[in-house]
């Protein structure tokens, strides 16, 4: 919200007194507009504002905009608290019901008897109430006249502009539901007053006969909640509903009736009739499947299906007919996917990196290539991820999936909520984006253009790193010479040997530090056995303990490149046997291989001047 939306906001708070309101009609409202769009009557009533305004009646002008705000809130029919604001940003957000308690409120109050438009009536009275529970005969007033405005709208006296297709339009049902929401809220839900029942009674033959399934399906819960309506009425009703439509409106309309069909003849024990409505319900999921023409979505589909028949029980063989259909919906989804490339100029990087690295030893080269590049912190991915969130909205709220090579699903990312901060499991799926990113620039503009300046200027091979090897405390007794020809052969270019040798060794190195430090890495299986903990076990189990060794952005690292599905998946796909040539030379791989060699040179910086490099003059000479 702006600093000028701000203000506005604040100009809008001052309070409209009963003089004020007596210079507009309160009993003539309802010829202003007869829209049952809270939306449409705020735009009305800021118009009527400022044309008082050029005429000079600032009472009206005040009257007017208290009603304006009253219509601007945020609609929660289902909620115990109804009205939230209607725009929140940067801290700040429109008013809502509890800014007007005290004066204003009072005089809501006592004008709400005489608005003659029935919502509007009923959204003075519900906010006061909102905010007030004290205010007993505002919840009355409130039920009466959200009920009186669908009634209004069946008489055809108040219209919906933006629904006028359906014969119950769901903000009716809103109504509705809010009405009845109140009886409850004021210990009536078992007193509902007979005009309340035949509104109720004559919105849901209306929504049954026009074949408004959302309607229907929401009428049919509320009224079995409230005592309206038996649970092998609504079954018989909602299974004939489905199967008339069930090739006629939108599938997961159908779908939801279906469901509730299938609820209602299970509550009235009936099993097979609930079972028979669920498997008609996974026949809408593959209608919404067949309607659609990208391999990569009629693979997700046929996945629900799978998940919906799987739940049901007993359906083997319809499963397994759909597990051979998303075999090839699989292969096909994968000539669905294209490249895309952003240019980047790296040439300055690789000249800086070639000019620094071309006039040293090989002790100083080996010291100089082990912090050659950070790991960016977690804090500043996490950062960075709300700020595109905020940038790109439509993207972040849509959940992700990964696949693999063969186009089956491997992973899932969560979508972000509307409000709120996201989950975890959110910030790691799109901090796999930036970290990509990162490894890129600096694999190609500055550890690869330093691999080639040595092999060009020295012979490194593994006599070079046998003393950084067997020095370090990240290497594991027995381990060294692997460490050294993988550390070698990463210098040489040869990614496929040293990724093999290298990322395998990870691991086990995290184990033998904390081992080290008397953690035990260990777990006891339910036979009583002990097996070492992988490397996902630990960043579970032991995180804490890592974050304390490694810090919190390399142990992230950890998790991004090595452990977290969807993203490189290292340590699994080199565990697995699926770790290819091509994969050897990605930047991803390059990267873990020189974060290995890093950990493997960290703890020996403070003792390269007096034991490390000498080690290594002595071999090269």
């Known amino acids: 919200m702006t600093n000028k939306e701000y203000e506005e906001k604040q100009q809008l708070m001052d309070v409209a007194t009963l003089k004020d309101f007596s210079h507009i009609k309160l009993s003539s409202l309802l010829a202003m507009s007869n ?37 601007s809130y945020h609609f929660n029919s289902d909620k115990t608290n ?12 429109s008013l809502i019901p509890s800014d007007y308690i005290g004066e204003q409120q009072d005089i809501l109050t006592k004008i709400a008897e005489q608005v003659d438009h029935p919502l509007l009536r009923a959204r003075i009275a519900d906010s006061c109430w909102d905010s007030n529970r004290k205010l007993y005969l505002m919840a009355d007033l409130a039920s009466s006249s959200y009920l009186a405005a669908v ?27 809010r009405a009845f929401t109140i009886y409850s809220l004021i210990g009536k839900s078992r007193e509902i007053p007979e005009t309340a029942k035949k509104i109720f009674a004559h919105a849901h033959q209306t929504a049954r006969n026009n074949s408004n399934l959302v309607a229907f399906r929401r009428l049919s819960v509320l009224g079995q909640s409230y005592g309206l309506l038996e649970w092998s009425v609504v079954a018989k009703e909602a299974e004939a509903m489905a199967a008339a439509n069930k090739d006629k409106q939108y599938a997961e309309a159908v779908k939801s009736v279906w469901h509730l069909a299938a609820r209602a003849y299970l509550t009235g024990g009936d099993k097979d009739s609930s079972k028979r409505c669920k498997v008609n319900a996974v026949d809408q999921t593959l209608r919404m499947r067949d309607g659609v023409s990208s391999a990569t979505a009629k693979a997700s589909w046929t996945r629900d299906a799978i998940g919906e028949l799987r739940a049901i029980g007993g359906m083997h063989a319809k499963i397994e007919i759909l597990k051979k259909e998303l075999q090839q919906y699989e292969k096909n989804s994968l000539s669905e996917y294209s490249e895309f490339s952003i240019p980047i100029d790296l040439t300055k990087e690789r000249e800086a990196t070639s000019d620094e690295f071309a006039e040293l030893e090989v002790h100083e080269m080996l010291l100089r290539l082990a912090f050659i590049a950070q790991n960016p912190k977690k804090i500043a991915l996490h950062a ?13 709220i849509f959940r992700k ?23 975890e499991e959110w910030f790691d799926h799109e901090s796999l984006t930036e970290m990509a990113l990162h490894y890129h620039i600096l694999v190609e503009g500055r550890i690869k253009p330093a691999f080639i300046t040595m092999s060009r200027n020295q012979a490194i091979d593994e006599r070079h790193f046998e003393p950084i090897a067997y020095h370090s405390i990240f290497v594991p007794p027995g381990h060294e010479s692997i460490f050294s020809i993988g550390f070698a052969r990463l210098i040489q270019g040869d990614m496929v040997s040293a990724a093999h040798l290298l990322i ?3 691991e086990n190195s995290l184990r033998y530090v904390l081992n080290n430090r008397g953690s035990s890495t260990a777990k006891m299986n339910l036979n009583l056995t002990q097996e070492d903990q992988s490397l996902s ?44 040539t091509s994969h050897s030379y990605q930047s991803s791989c390059i990267y873990a291989c020189w974060l290995i060699y890093h950990l493997t040179c960290a703890p020996l910086s403070r003792y390269w001047e007096t034991h490390i490099s000498k080690e290594i003059q002595e071999v090269t000479h």
């Open 35 to 71: 829209s049952l769009n809270f939306h449409t009557l705020e735009q009305v009533f800021l118009k009527a504002s400022r044309q008082a305004e050029e005429a000079g009646d600032f009472s009206a002008v005040r009257a007017y905009k208290v009603l304006a705000v009253i219509c």
């Open 384 to 396: 960075q991820c709300l700020k595109k969130k905020n940038e790109y909205f439509f993207s972040a």
């Open 401 to 423: 999936t990964y696949s693999d090579e063969e186009g089956k699903v491997i992973a899932t990312a969560p979508a972000a909520p509307l409000y709120g901060n996201p989950s």
């Open 504 to 506: 395998p060794q990870l």
């Open 82 to 93: 109804a009205f939230t604001p209607q725009i929140m940003m940067e801290g700040k957000r």
């Open 537 to 580: 076990q630990m960043y579970s189990n032991r995180r804490g303990e890592l974050e304390q060794v490694f810090g919190v952005d390399m142990t992230y690292a950890f998790h991004l490149l090595f452990n977290l599905k969807g993203g490189p998946m290292l340590r699994h796909e080199m565990a697995h046997g699926k770790f290819t």
């Open 151 to 177: 009634k209004s709208f069946f008489n055809k006296e108040l219209l919906f502009q933006y629904e006028s297709d359906f014969g119950v339009p769901a903000s009716l049902v809103d109504f509705i539901e």
